[in-house]
């Protein structure tokens, strides 16, 4: 049977970190970069597609978990992207990874960037659905210079940036 967040028990395990009790599953195989998920906004670890979840899980460790405040995870929701990314390195550190993949889905998405700029060293690769960086591609932000540096013309660096991680 394929493992995914449907067929792995349904019982949450628990870390403390930071004063935050972070529910996650891990479940997928037992090597490779985790793949850690950062779920839309309300979303909780139950709201991944299962049939994609357990696609991934036969190659590799696949990480979901709850955002702090939401769902099984204590303390009080983050108002802002940028805390809500402190509280996701917060979690993988926690986790004791030192390099990650990243699956980031809407707000998510969000995240993810800002963890790449806030956290460098800990992300290998990250894939953005649905998403877009927190308000908006600005010319002048630090988001639209660094999708400018992959090369080529500027079309297909922005094309490269935010597809092919």
């Given at each position: 049977?394929?493992?995914?967040?449907?067929?792995?028990?349904?019982?949450?395990?628990?870390?403390e970190?930071?004063?935050t009790?972070?529910?996650?599953?891990?479940?997928?195989a037992e090597?490779?970069?985790?793949v850690?998920?950062?779920?839309?906004?309300?979303?909780?670890?139950?709201n991944w597609?299962?049939?994609?979840?357990?696609?991934?899980?036969?190659?590799?460790?696949?990480?979901?978990?709850?955002?702090?405040?939401?769902?099984e995870?204590?303390?009080?929701?983050p108002?802002?992207?940028?805390?809500?990314?402190q509280?996701?390195?917060t979690?993988?550190?926690?986790l004791?990874l030192?390099?990650?993949?990243?699956?980031g889905?809407?707000?998510g998405?969000?995240?993810?960037?800002?963890?790449?700029?806030?956290?460098?060293?800990l992300?290998r690769?990250?894939?953005?659905?649905?998403?877009s960086?927190?308000?908006?591609?600005?010319?002048?932000?630090?988001?639209?210079?660094?999708?400018?540096?992959?090369?080529?013309?500027?079309?297909?660096?922005?094309?490269?940036?935010?597809f092919?991680?």
């Amino acid at each position: 049977m394929s493992m995914s967040n449907i067929t792995i028990p349904t019982k949450s395990t628990f870390i403390e970190a930071d004063g935050t009790r972070f529910s996650y599953r891990k479940f997928g195989a037992e090597t490779g970069t985790p793949v850690v998920f950062l779920v839309h906004f309300r979303g909780t670890m139950e709201n991944w597609d299962p049939n994609m979840l357990a696609s991934i899980a036969k190659e590799r460790p696949v990480i979901l978990f709850d955002n702090k405040g939401v769902g099984e995870t204590n303390g009080q929701a983050p108002e802002t992207i940028s805390e809500m990314t402190q509280d996701t390195a917060t979690f993988i550190k926690a986790l004791n990874l030192n390099k990650v993949d990243l699956l980031g889905f809407s707000i998510g998405g969000m995240v993810a960037q800002e963890l790449a700029l806030q956290e460098g060293d800990l992300i290998r690769r990250i894939i953005i659905a649905g998403s877009s960086p927190e308000a908006g591609i600005n010319p002048d932000s630090v988001i639209f210079e660094r999708m400018n540096r992959q090369g080529g013309d500027e079309d297909n660096a922005i094309d490269d940036f935010m597809f092919f991680f």
